[in-house]
């Protein structure tokens, strides 16, 4: 097993120790299971679903996979927190702000099981891709965006919006995003800093806002074309 075992340490938050946990238990012949469904229930990552007429009761994973799901739980923690890969870090904080933290952990842990049923099965090396950006490409997809917003554009104004009142709402929004963000940032850098010394984080301070831009437009240059496609649209009409 140990080609299996170097393997699955190309997945950021996978060791060796981890690798030989997790091969011990399912094995590098992935035949077993027709697809990574079958492998996820295995595990004990797939989530539940008890449902009683029409009505969802609970999504609580099952207890099966009593040393494979640790071992998973514990590289998912150590695969956020990777810094070289933030793959599997964006994936846990989008996910942890709809379904919290624990939820979102094992989500991470499911994903890892994912990665190494595939690479077990083709032999390929660890590169993480979206499915929505294997089928549909990004050009496809500004389009698509474009219309949506056009449409929307539209329901407002039928609903009694100006369309001066509908771009302010939409810049407004931008800005939200903006400072959001950049509150995000400045609390992300306090936390480091404080577990250092006040001269370095004094340095960490200068460092972070020499880095950071200093003004930011509210909306980038495709939203702003959108807008004054929209606006021109409104115009006409």
Same mark, same amino acid.
């Given at each position: 097993?140990?080609?299996?075992?170097?393997? @699955?340490?190309?997945?950021?938050?996978?060791?060796?120790?981890?690798?030989?946990?997790?091969?011990?238990?399912?094995?590098?012949?992935?035949?077993?299971?027709?697809?990574?469904?079958?492998?996820?229930?295995?595990?004990?990552? @797939?989530?539940?679903?008890?449902?009683?007429?029409?009505?969802?009761?609970?999504?609580?994973?099952?207890?099966?996979?009593?040393?494979?799901?640790?071992?998973?739980?514990? @590289?998912?923690?150590?695969?956020?927190?990777?810094?070289?890969?933030?793959?599997?870090?964006?994936?846990?904080?989008?996910?942890?702000?709809?379904?919290?933290?624990?939820?979102?952990?094992?989500?991470?842990?499911?994903?890892?099981?994912?990665?190494?049923?595939?690479?077990?099965?083709?032999?390929?090396?660890?590169?993480?891709?979206?499915?929505?950006?294997?089928?549909?490409?990004?050009?496809?997809?500004?389009?698509?965006?474009?219309?949506?917003?056009?449409?929307?554009?539209?329901?407002?104004?039928?609903?009694?919006?100006?369309? &001066?009142?509908?771009?302010?709402?939409?810049?407004?929004?931008?800005?939200?995003?903006?400072?959001?963000?950049?509150?995000?940032?400045?609390?992300?850098?306090?936390?480091?800093?404080?577990?250092?010394?006040?001269?370095?984080?004094?340095?960490?301070?200068?460092?972070?806002?020499? &880095?950071?831009?200093?003004?930011?437009?509210?909306?980038?240059?495709?939203?702003?074309?959108?807008?004054?496609?929209?606006?021109?649209?409104?115009?006409?009409?």
């Amino acid at each position: 097993m140990e080609a299996a075992i170097d393997h @699955a340490c190309m997945i950021p938050g996978i060791n060796k120790n981890l690798a030989v946990i997790i091969m011990s238990e399912i094995g590098t012949d992935m035949s077993p299971w027709p697809s990574q469904y079958n492998l996820v229930s295995w595990a004990g990552l @797939a989530p539940g679903d008890n449902q009683s007429a029409g009505k969802k009761k609970s999504v609580k994973i099952s207890r099966a996979g009593v040393y494979l799901k640790p071992a998973l739980v514990e @590289a998912a923690h150590a695969a956020v927190k990777d810094k070289e890969h933030p793959y599997y870090a964006i994936k846990y904080n989008t996910i942890k702000k709809r379904r919290g933290q624990k939820r979102a952990i094992i989500a991470i842990a499911r994903k890892l099981l994912i990665a190494i049923y595939h690479m077990l099965l083709t032999g390929e090396k660890w590169n993480p891709t979206d499915l929505a950006n294997v089928e549909t490409p990004t050009d496809k997809r500004r389009k698509y965006i474009k219309k949506n917003l056009s449409n929307s554009f539209s329901q407002l104004e039928n609903a009694g919006m100006l369309p &001066e009142e509908i771009i302010n709402y939409l810049k407004g929004q931008f800005l939200d995003l903006e400072a959001s963000a950049e509150s995000e940032d400045d609390s992300d850098s306090s936390d480091n800093d404080s577990s250092k010394g006040t001269e370095a984080s004094a340095d960490s301070a200068e460092t972070n806002n020499s &880095e950071s831009p200093t003004e930011q437009p509210a909306l980038d240059s495709d939203s702003q074309t959108d807008l004054t496609l929209v606006k021109d649209k409104s115009a006409a009409s």
